[in-house]
């Protein structure tokens, strides 16, 4: 699973936090009985937990840097530029294929692969296949519960793109999905200095084709029988961490 779009999950600091604690009672105890723990001594172990978890923090913020490559990056903030004032009349902006070419021939230029099967590679995501009358199956339904419920950095957001005629249609489908799973638009995270900020959870909408096919698709991406098979209907869903 790529460290793009999956949070680093610091396990070892939830024990290691743990034991501290553990430490910090016997301290409390000896205190009480013999008075060797001094209120320097217990500071210093506050210290050291804070110190702990800054790292932590600032590792979350390398980790998806470091996997996702500065092409994908310089590829999702070129898109940022080109799309960020595009609307689709009142409704919600979209990107269409035409003002992502650009783009997406420098990345693919610079990667030396096409851009879709990078993505699919590098960041952590799941795929939707549309029935006629807009339904997913329920095994999808619930890989995007577990995507909706993982941790989210300050800086997670989700980019969505589907090709074909009706890609707009089904990338607000798959939003209102999201959103429904607990992913709002907009969410208040706490900045660095204390403050707490309004951070929007989605990219515009590709509407791209991304030219894969299901053999280059993970085993579980790829469409089941009961699913369209034509990738065409397939709508992607990105999670981008810190681009």
């Not at 300050?154 to 607990?182: C, M, N, V």
């Not at 894969?212 to 209907?233: C, F, G, I, Q």
Request: hydrophobic share 40%; with cysteine; glycine share 6%.
């Amino acid at each position: 699973m790529s460290l793009c779009l999956v949070s680093f999950r610091p396990r070892c600091l939830a024990r290691y936090l743990g034991g501290l604690s553990l430490l910090s009672l016997v301290g409390c105890a000896e205190l009480q009985t013999s008075g060797s723990f001094s209120t320097r001594t217990l500071k210093e172990k506050d210290d050291e937990i804070a110190m702990l978890i800054e790292r932590v923090r600032v590792l979350e913020e390398i980790i998806p840097l470091l996997a996702c490559g500065p092409e994908i990056r310089a590829l999702i903030q070129d898109v940022r530029s080109l799309c960020e004032t595009m609307t689709d009349g009142n409704t919600e902006p979209i990107c269409d294929e035409k003002k992502l070419k650009i783009a997406i021939v420098k990345a693919e230029r610079e990667l030396d692969a096409k851009v879709g099967k990078k993505l699919l590679q590098v960041l952590r995501h799941e795929v939707l296949y549309l029935s006629a009358n807009g339904e997913i199956s329920s095994r999808r339904r619930e890989r995007l519960s577990a995507l909706a419920q993982e941790r989210r950095l300050p800086g997670t957001k989700f980019l969505i793109i589907a090709g074909g005629d009706d890609g707009l249609q089904r990338a607000r489908f798959a939003r209102s999905l999201l959103i429904k799973e607990g992913i709002p638009a907009k969410e208040s995270v706490h900045a660095d200095d204390g403050s707490t900020k309004q951070v929007d959870r989605y990219e515009t909408a590709w509407k791209l084709s991304l030219s894969v096919t299901p053999n280059e698709l993970r085993p579980l991406d790829r469409p089941s029988a009961l699913e369209p098979k034509d990738m065409n209907r397939a709508v992607f869903i990105f999670r981008i961490d810190y681009l």
